[in-house]
């Protein structure tokens, strides 16, 4: 151990010789811009300027074309000795529209989306900024690409092109999210990233699962947090910002703090935000069905309903949550950079709004029905290391560990036995990337991954009226679901405007599970699954010109069953309970898209995507029997039996468009909508509308920008689903919706005007806001369980130093 620390020591002293800066302004203000990319040809290395606008590019020294880029600038390529001659400092020119930008959610690598057949959006720190987003499943909305859904307040469930909670991947500095307890129902666990702490955010639509893995169907959700910056000078590096937050829809109260504190060797992130959110009130005119003007509330040993005096507060709907994030960089010499990140968010516990609006015989379904804490860590070490050999040219390793847990509460109304189930999910993983190129034309990304996930899942029964507790039913066995995969792409330039990109992946995955036969009659004790998949893709990108961009993709994705999908015990509506089932196969997606972008005379850009996914095998909810029972009590009640089942064949395909212009002395406008539909096979071999494919929504947007000022006014929209196009499953949830005149449930069109303004007071003060739903409509985003914010005002002061 004493050898390898001097060894250490001598590569960070040794390396440490030679440094070269280059300060990287804007042309027309001379301003430094932060996070310009510098890549050289085929991605062997890569650099990323600081605040300050300053980069390390010691490592580029033997490179003859450097493209140095940033998004809304002009691409600029350069040699090392070109950039010597101009005394290693560059100004971009501000560029209205750009058709390529450095994307790393494609590979796990810094590419151009030149090269990168997917359709990827990545959505800025500067918009996060200016749109003030409360969660990062908001933060994603912002993009007007992904629907969210909301069962309750401290909640989001992104859905991308038909698709949502497990069959959507998830990623954070590099390393998978999910877990084997994320569910085919509404997830939430995207509230757990901070977006203050977000460095950059990037959606890849359509499959990723030759680099991602299992679950990564409809897409994958990429997460980058800030990166440690050096200082390139013998004066340390100190830089942050502090920001404080209130909104009066659900008197938030909010505040961020970060600082960088860099030397030449080391440097150090250090992030802390914390939230406290009041009930959330909905808007003042809309349809009366989303109005519950009461709630319960414990009264000496009765359960009492409680009539609200402002029947527009959605109560239970109050919840907290904090995060806090530590990083730390070493970076001894160019060829080496050592990353290590530690994450931890909490929320309090709040209530899941759309189980509080069930009723049964005239009363309350629940006294309780509560998330307990949502709980999220993450040990995270990167090792980046950069080499021109015959293996690769950079390597990097990715060692992590993360810790979730969550646990439901609930308790029906006027009944003093309180049900507790608390899940706890280890999971381990690594993955070891590289690349190489073979040839000025040809780059390979090849790489190996395992991931461990250690389930553990108790429940416990109270009487709150004596305090005394015994064990209960638990949601899920306890389990361990284990992958392992090697994948490699393919990237080929046939010519220097149309890039081949073809790659293969080969996935092993095991499921054992153990179950506790004591309060459900399983006919078995144990379950395993072992299998394994092999997911392809192939496509390509054209650039006729400068103007043009044509892109068309092809691939296969996989869902393997986790604990979620095999072993859980839930009730997913009334009158209806799941029960595990240990027959199950994976599901497979085969997906077909085609892009074409184009901007004219540097004024207009239009950019339209069209996609198809056929998903074979699906995992479904259906009607099942537990030892030859279709019905079984379940909490009181006689229940329907039902399973995740490979009961059906589904069918997604629509059209995302966008159009963005730029008009005179500092305008502009944007529309993005997106129109989808989907199919799900029944079992009685009709076909129903598939449950995750949203309505017809987007977002448009008229901006002006001058000097320090930026200002928006945008509507957000979505259209109506009327009962007629509701998914089977849920058309019982007469709770969550509308009612049209028959009676039906349906989930109306809906619209909201919205202003957003930043203003750069001087170099360490901005100040922001708006209004939200100028209008004060009552709005509920489809098959949501709880309403948007009424009218909303927004007042965020952020200090930067």
């Known amino acids: 151990m004493k050898r390898l620390f001097i060894l250490w020591l001598l590569i960070g002293f040794v390396g440490g010789a030679y440094a070269q800066k280059i300060t990287i302004t804007e042309q027309q203000t001379n301003q430094p811009i932060e996070l310009v990319t510098l890549t050289s040809a085929n991605s062997k290395h890569y650099a990323t300027t600081n605040f300050k606008g300053e980069a390390d590019i010691s490592a580029f020294k033997q490179s003859e074309k450097i493209e140095i880029r940033s998004l809304g600038y002009k691409t600029v390529i350069k040699s090392f000795s070109e950039l010597e001659l101009e005394g290693f400092k560059i100004s971009l020119e501000v560029s209205n529209f750009s058709l390529d930008e450095v994307v790393i959610s494609g590979s796990r690598w810094r590419q151009s989306s030149d090269d990168v057949p997917s359709k990827i959006i990545s959505i800025s720190a500067k918009e996060v900024a200016l749109q003030n987003p409360q969660s990062a499943a908001d933060l994603l909305g912002v993009s007007g690409k992904v629907f969210i859904q909301k069962s309750q307040q401290g909640g989001g469930s992104p859905m991308i092109r038909g698709f949502a909670t497990s069959r959507l991947l998830y990623s954070v500095d590099g390393v998978r999210m999910n877990t084997a307890i994320f569910r085919s129902g509404n997830l939430q666990n995207v509230i757990n990233i901070d977006p203050f702490a977000v460095e ?35 004066e340390p590096l100190i830089t942050g910002k502090a920001s404080a937050r209130y909104s009066s829809a659900n008197n938030e109260k909010t505040g961020h703090f970060d600082v960088n504190l860099g030397f030449k060797k080391w440097a150090f992130v250090t992030s802390i935000s914390s939230w406290d959110y009041d009930n959330l009130r909905q808007g003042s005119h809309g349809p009366d069905d989303y109005i519950k003007d009461y709630y319960v509330q414990r009264q000496d040993s009765t359960d009492v309903v409680i009539t609200q005096d402002d029947k527009l507060l959605q109560i239970p709907s109050a919840y907290s949550q904090i995060n806090m994030m530590q990083k730390i960089r070493f970076q001894p010499n160019e060829n080496w950079d050592f990353q290590y990140g530690f994450h931890f968010s909490e929320t309090s516990p709040y209530g899941r709004y759309d189980r509080h609006q069930r009723i049964r015989d005239g009363l309350p379904r629940y006294a309780e029905w509560d998330y307990g804490p949502q709980i999220w860590m993450m040990n995270n070490l990167n090792i980046n290391y950069t080499s021109n050999n015959s293996v690769f040219d950079q390597m990097s390793l990715r060692l992590a560990h993360q810790w979730f847990e969550e646990s439901r509460i609930d308790r029906t109304f006027n009944k003093t036995e309180r049900n507790t189930q608390n899940e706890e999910v280890s999971a381990y993983s690594a993955n070891l990337d590289f690349i190489k190129a073979t040839g000025e034309k040809n780059t390979f990304f090849y790489g190996l991954e395992y991931v461990l996930n250690d389930v553990n899942s108790e429940g416990q029964l109270t009487d709150i009226s004596t305090n005394i ?33 073809a790659g293969a992946r080969y996935n092993y995955v095991l499921l054992d599970a153990e179950f506790d036969t004591t309060f459900y009659p399983f006919p078995f004790t144990e379950a395993s699954l072992s299998h394994g998949a092999l997911t392809g893709s192939l496509g390509g990108v054209y650039r006729p010109d400068d103007t043009w961009v044509i892109s068309a993709n092809l691939g296969t994705a996989f869902r393997s069953p986790n604990v979620d999908d095999l072993g859980k015990v839930f009730d997913s509506e009334p009158g209806s309970v799941v029960v595990p089932n240990p027959d199950l196969k994976p599901e497979y997606a ?78 502009g406008f944007s529309t993005d909508v997106n129109i989808q539909k989907g199919e799900e096979e029944l079992d009685n071999g009709d076909t129903s509308p598939s449950r995750h494919a949203s309505p017809f929504f987007g977002v448009s947007r008229l901006n002006y920008k001058v000097n320090k000022l930026s200002m928006e006014l945008n509507v957000n929209y979505q259209g109506e689903k009327d009962f007629e196009d509701l998914p089977d499953e849920e058309k019982g949830k007469t709770e969550i919706y509308a009612l049209d005149e028959n009676g039906n449930p349906y989930s109306p069109a809906w619209y909201t005007f919205n202003f957003k303004a930043l203003y750069k007071m001087n170099d360490t003060f901005d100040v922001s806001g708006g209004i939200e739903n100028l209008t004060d409509q009552r709005y509920r985003p489809y098959s949501s369980g709880i309403s948007g914010a009424g009218r909303n005002f927004i007042l965020a002061l952020t200090a930067h130093f």
């Open 469 to 501: 507790s015994e064990a209960g039913p638990a949601r899920y066995p306890q389990s361990k679901w284990q992958s392992m995969a090697v994948y490699v792409t393919d990237e080929f330039k046939v010519a220097d405007n149309f890039t081949l990109s």
């Open 200 to 234: 950059n955010t990037e959606v890849l639509f359509g499959p990723g699962s030759v680099i991602y893995g299992s679950d990564a169907i409809g897409g994958v959700m990429s997460f980058q947090t800030l990166t440690p910056q050096l200082s390139f000078t013998d």
């Open 590 to 667: 085969y997906n077909a898209d085609l892009g074409i972008a184009k901007v004219f005379r540097d004024v207009v850009k239009v950019d339209v995507t069209g996609y198809y996914t056929h998903l074979k095998d699906a995992l479904v909810r259906r009607d099942f029997k537990l030892n030859g029972l279709d019905s079984i009590m379940y909490q009181g009640e006689l229940s329907q039996v039902q399973a995740i089942q490979n009961a059906a064949v589904a069918h997604v395909y629509g059209v995302q468009v966008g159009v963005e212009v730029k008009l005179p002395k500092g305008f």
